[in-house]
């Protein structure tokens, strides 16, 4: 598995987190290293650096790991978990600056062909659903 | 072909090509699941499957007016990009077809100009053009086919080829698409259900002599 | 009610359509109209131009609705299912061309605040996530 | 002011910002209800009672290192976009006072430097800037005022007029930028919770001769 760059998608709610997944999934069956996560330490809508770091542990890919978020504070606490990384695998997490949904599909569709961690991310971060 | 198309005859043609793709969805699910999502044989057996349980009511009308419940029905079953998609073409195909006599046989002229309306309204609800892997690449060289006097035979033979000719493409619309250069190498799945659909029927028009592929 | 653009959110997946109204619902309460619908008529992944048409009704408002859609098969069946309303609905209902999970919260928050449809679509189309 | 803070000392501090924003949280919720998703108050609360949980752990640390587990855990627990910002600015007030003399009170000029270098690590968490309506628009003036010698009554005005000065301003950063115009008019939730831990501390600091308004 460690072949293909892992996923991560972190969404402020648990149910979109799961269905992108669901939509991941069924594109790029169980090839491509996914894990997901939603919700905030209470149980509401938010997200948690510490469900985040283990969800890039869950995605973990020595080919790098992209990670999926919806709005600013899931943005902001997936780098913060980046930052709480072990140094030698923060430099290869990057949080794509593309929608959630449509980016985690279209991310995990490069990483299944292969790609780069920089590639997935630039795919994701360029297409827009067609 | 007979001169009369009646209800009986518009009913074992319909239920004929139902059941063709019907007994190819996992064929075209394993076609889908290379390039897509994996659903396209699931979806089109559920369109046809919904066809199939008013097949009754569709034969009895007039051929346009079926064809335009078919439309409907593939348009509400389907679920895929591809429902709106066949569900336009049939749509479509039955409006061509409106002024044709009750139970009367469409002319070649008739349904390649129908055909060809269907494939302008197809291309408008996909924002899509010929060349860019989806069943519009069997759909467009089968109208010219009819259009230019080809034999049952000889139109099996085209959507057969037509489909085949999707492997080299790169995809340019659906879900394909997302694979960019890696979508080429495979056929596309709404090329070969359209192929599946035409073979069969151009078999029933040409009193069986061809056979879906 | 009938004086916000009315919401839309059309899934692949139920899950993101249900989080994603969620996400809406937790900024802009019950003030905006809003419908969701996610699945094609079989339960699977996918979108329903039945289940569409039946939120367009729910969600509906006077000054129009705009609808949020993930990948291809979601727009094209929106697409199908506006063709479908009734003639002086036709017009004043549109596919916004946006991510479904950050646009649907925009274009909610945007409503809210009074937008005409255009420029609920136009901000939803224009913003990316902060 | 004592010229030591020991454990004891520590824990009341601690306990009575934790607790004076725990008390307020009702009232961050609704000001992030009118230009957020209203779980300000809630996310607050969250993150000090973890912070009370662990309470005297954390104040039998020498200070620096109290800070740092109180910015871990702010950042572990609160789950909004106030969970890394508040975690980093107490983090980075850990990280600079690290030179600190156990049980010593950190100076005018020291608390100021470890303010200044907090302020500059929750702009990069946010990649925000002082303006955009954000709790950012509470510590610096409260920084500058603290730099320039204001004493404790000063540095509460000084954050209850910062806070009262989001009302006016346009969302740039965070949720309520999606507001744009309509943010206008109403106070940022994170100022308004920087203004309550700031004037609780330097109420106490002051020998209680002021008090969160
Ligand atoms: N925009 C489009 N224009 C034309 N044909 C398309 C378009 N999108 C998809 N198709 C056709 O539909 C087929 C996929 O159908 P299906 O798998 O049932 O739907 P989905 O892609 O939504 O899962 C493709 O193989 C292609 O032939
Ligand atoms: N990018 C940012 N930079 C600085 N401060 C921010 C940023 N985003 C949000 N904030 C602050 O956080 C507060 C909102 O916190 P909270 O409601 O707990 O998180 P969320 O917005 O994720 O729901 C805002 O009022 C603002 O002061
Ligand atoms: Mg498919
Ligand atoms: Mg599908
Ligand atoms: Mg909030
Ligand atoms: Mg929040």
Redesign the pocket.
Known sequence: MNDKVGIVIVSHSPDVAKGAADMVRQMVGNEVPLAFTGGDPGGGLGTSVETILAAIDRAWSEKGVAILVDLGGAETNSEMAIEMLPEDRQGRVVVCNAPIVEGAVMAATEAWGGATLDEVRRTAEELSPA | MTTTLDAAGRRALIETAAAAVIARADELTAL?QAI??G??GL?MKRGFEAVLADLDAIAAKPLPEGLKQIGTTMVMK?G???GP?YGTLFLQLGKSLAELAPDAVPSRAELAAALKAAIVA?KAR???EVGQK???DVLAPVQAALAGGADAAALTACAHEAAAATVPLKAI????SFLGDRSIGHM????RSSEILISTLAAIAGGNSGAAA
């Not at chain 2, 596309?188 to 090329?191: E, F, K, S, T, V």
Request: net charge negative; hydrophobic share 30%.
């Open positions: 889908d897509g999502d659903d396209h979806n389907v895929g990009a591809s998609l197809v996909g924002k899509s989806t069943l519009l619309r659906g879900r394909a596309d799945p709404g090329a």
